[in-house]
């Protein structure tokens, strides 16, 4: 791996650590990474100041990244990904909200083994939304990934109003498999949100339809089988012929990159709420003030579950990296993570210069996994030796 490059840790510099990890998924919250890496620090001998800043790009624990930053939580219930009602919460600073979509439609709010790819709703998210404008909100920024649900954000504009029917006049039941049967989309009683300017925060560039669309790509994750997987397609098609042509706009939006994010919730966000696709690692760092908190730095410490390809393209860490970059002065970045794929070129490619992995110190996926806080705090050991002394 590569070496500490003492020119860059000038020993006049503030002592003062910035640490911005996503979650290990399935292991650690961002949060207990953080209080790991920090923990570990002090252990290694670290006097210094810890700016402790969990993040997220978009998906789970988005709301806690920013509650973290300053944002003031409001919890409220909303109907669940399979209509029970489930407490979510979405945060609030000043007139800007930030809504996860996982809060109110997650794979984590479905009991242990009982997927519903072919009935989970979006219709949570739009009662977020609808509160978040409530309470004042002009900015939302509308968080996707680690959802259950692929009914095209359909849901989510029922509960801002719209009523999809089928050819008997009856209304349209939840979830994407009954999109099929859509007959007629009547906007009507629809909330007029256009005083709001809405965000999507995703690193992800799927459209709706086709071979890399919702169904096609994310439907299996959710439970779908091949023949669910054309059955939530059809229902898509339908969906987006019905509310395109109801909307009547210049340009198809069901080719759009991030369309097909959240199970569809990006189409309906871009054609109904005229949501702008931001990368969620970018937006996130910006509603933090990141870069001012970085100055003074002598290093930045983040990390993911796995540093690999998918890494490269948006997620947390890279865009950590970048802004630490951008910086003026430019403050070095290493990683934690549970292992790395990538090779020390596209690590330093990528601008993170060292990667420290459990896996070099625990070999044993289910030991690593059960025991990820103290192997952390190990790591961020063997980072305040190399770095910070």
């Not at 996503?22 to 209080?35: P, Q, R």
């Not at 083994?113 to 004042?136: D, K």
């Not at 039941?173 to 629809?190: E, M, N, T």
Request: glycine fraction near 14%.
């Amino acid at each position: 791996m590569l070496g500490p490059g003492p020119a860059c840790l000038n020993q006049e510099m503030r002592e003062r650590v910035v640490v911005a990890p996503d979650k290990f998924k399935g292991s650690l919250t961002a949060a207990e990474v953080t209080a790991a890496v920090a923990a570990g620090l002090v252990r290694g001998g670290f006097v210094g100041e810890i700016e402790a800043l969990p993040v997220a790009d978009g998906g789970d624990g988005t709301v806690a990244a920013v509650v973290s930053a300053g944002f003031r939580r409001v919890e409220l219930g909303v109907r669940g990904p399979v209509g029970k009602h489930v407490t979510a919460s979405y945060a609030l600073l000043g007139d800007t909200a930030v809504v996860e979509a996982a809060q109110a439609c997650g794979l984590t709010l479905l009991p242990p083994g009982c997927l519903a790819p072919l009935t989970a709703t979006s219709r949570g998210v739009g009662e977020l939304i609808l509160t978040a404008t409530r309470m004042g909100a002009k900015r939302i920024v509308l968080g996707v990934g680690g959802v259950a649900t692929t009914d095209g954000g359909a849901g989510l504009l029922q509960a801002l109003g719209a009523r999809l029917t089928d050819d008997k006049g009856r209304e349209l039941p939840p979830g994407g498999a009954a999109l099929a049967r859509l007959a007629s989309l009547d906007l009507a009683a629809l909330r007029d949100l256009s005083g709001v300017e809405f965000l999507l925060a995703s690193d992800v560039d799927n459209p709706l339809l086709g071979a890399t669309g919702a169904s096609a790509v994310y439907g299996p994750q959710k439970g779908a089988s091949p023949g669910e997987v054309r059955l939530l397609e059809a229902g898509l098609r339908r969906w987006a012929d019905l509310a395109e042509a109801a909307l009547d706009g210049p340009v198809p939006v069901r080719d759009a990159p991030g369309a097909g994010a959240a199970g569809g919730i990006g189409f309906a966000a871009m054609l109904f709420l005229g949501a702008r696709m931001r990368p969620g690692i970018e937006l996130l760092l910006e509603l933090a003030s990141f870069g001012s908190r970085l100055d003074g730095a002598r290093l930045v410490i983040t990390g993911e579950g796995s540093l690999d390809a998918q890494t490269l393209h948006g997620k947390a860490p890279v865009g950590v990296a970048r802004a630490a970059a951008a910086h003026d002065p430019a403050v070095p970045v290493v990683a934690v993570a549970g292992r790395c794929t990538l090779t020390e070129d596209e690590l330093r490619a990528a601008g993170i210069a060292r990667a420290y992995t459990l896996s070099d110190i625990e070999p044993d996926l289910e030991r690593s996994m059960a025991y990820g806080g103290e192997l952390v705090e190990r790591l961020a050991e063997r980072i305040t030796a190399d770095w910070l002394t």
